[in-house]
């Protein structure tokens, strides 16, 4: 699974995503990666498009002061926020919440891979702390 941790960003996926977003001045990467996962509708949803997804909604969260999480990311993530002015409208923070709720709703691979850990019901917790900050 990539993954060290049972915290949302405790992954490779979604460490490589970060990196990515700060290299952009935009929010483009964190539109298509949510946008991914809503266009799964009810089919198979892999768990590295979930995996950015939910580095995406953390973004957002961050941007709006809500992170309910401390990632040892944040300074890199908080410069790119200043440097970029970047302000998510409420569509997109409606489209965040209904990815959480997609990436938990089966078929999901990330979640079933959850389900079959000790930790997996930390995790589920960790995702919809970060779904109720929004």
Known sequence: MGAWGSGILDNDTAQDFIAAV????????????IAR?????????????AEEAI???NIIARILGRDPDEPEDGDEVDEWIT???????????EEARKALERILTE???????W???????????NVRALQQSL
């Open 22 to 33: 700060v290299d952009e001045n935009d929010l483009s990467t964190i539109e298509e990666a």
């Open 37 to 49: 996962v809503l266009r799964s509708g009810t089919d198979y949803l892999e768990a590295p498009e």
């Open 55 to 57: 580095a995406a909604v």
């Open 83 to 93: 440097r970029c002015e970047v302000e998510p409208d409420d569509v997109l923070v």
């Open 107 to 113: 078929p999901s691979e990330l979640l079933e891979q």
């Open 115 to 125: 389900q079959e850990s000790d930790d997996g019901e930390a995790w589920e917790r």
